[in-house]
């Protein structure tokens, strides 16, 4: 039986859940990448979708996920297997988008590694989120494998196809993963 300090008894078959656990925490990162992201008016959201597009067609599994449509345990249970985690925010007076602040002090905490990372958003005049990110990115030494991408306001064909080249690099760097 496994009786944890918080959460549910256990009683059926405990390797279930030692198996699971010991998975869990060896953080092996699979050839995956999430892509994390929350938007005002949906100019960082186009860019988390060419940003994946990018990162598919290197044959790399992906997916956009909007953060207020998800809970942030869920977004960590694709998070822990992913080799890579790709952070987008636009900027909101000369801050993150306080959604986006909220994911990253949750990720912080329980201290992933082997992570790959890497930031985009989209911005008006002053453009702070990328290096936002990148910051909270370092902090939990991830793998920075670009300095990140940014886009003033509604991303044109030029700037979907930078977000695109974008996720094929991040894909590259995902199959390098061992
Ligand atoms: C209330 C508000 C505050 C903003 N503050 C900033 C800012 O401080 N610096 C900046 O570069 N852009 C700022 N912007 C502009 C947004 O970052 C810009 O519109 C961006 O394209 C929004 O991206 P989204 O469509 O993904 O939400 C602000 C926008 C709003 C609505």
């Avoid at 010991?22 to 990448?33: F, H, V």
């Avoid at 998800?70 to 890579?84: G, P, Q, Y």
Wanted: aromatic fraction near 8%.
């Amino acid at each position: 039986m496994i009786c944890p300090d918080h959460g549910v008894i256990w009683r059926k078959d405990p390797a279930i859940i030692i198996n699971a656990y010991a998975k869990w925490s060896s953080q092996k990162p699979e050839k995956k990448a999430v892509v994390v992201y929350d938007t005002m008016w949906h100019s960082t959201e186009t860019m988390a979708e060419a940003i994946v597009h990018g990162i598919v067609d290197e044959g790399v599994i992906a997916r956009p996920i909007h953060i207020r449509s998800s809970h942030r345990s869920e977004i960590m249970t694709e998070v822990l297997d992913a080799a890579a985690v790709i952070v987008g925010s636009p900027t909101l007076n000369n801050q993150l988008f306080p959604t986006v602040s909220d994911f990253l002090t949750y990720m912080k905490g329980l201290k992933p590694k082997n992570k790959i990372g890497a930031a985009f958003g989209s911005y008006g005049w002053s453009g702070e989120s990328v290096k936002l990110i990148n910051q909270e990115l370092e902090a939990m030494k991830f793998d920075i494998i670009d300095p990140g991408i940014k886009i003033q306001y509604v991303p044109d064909q030029d700037g979907k196809d930078s977000c695109f080249e974008f996720g094929r690099k991040i894909g590259k760097a995902i199959k390098t993963v061992s």
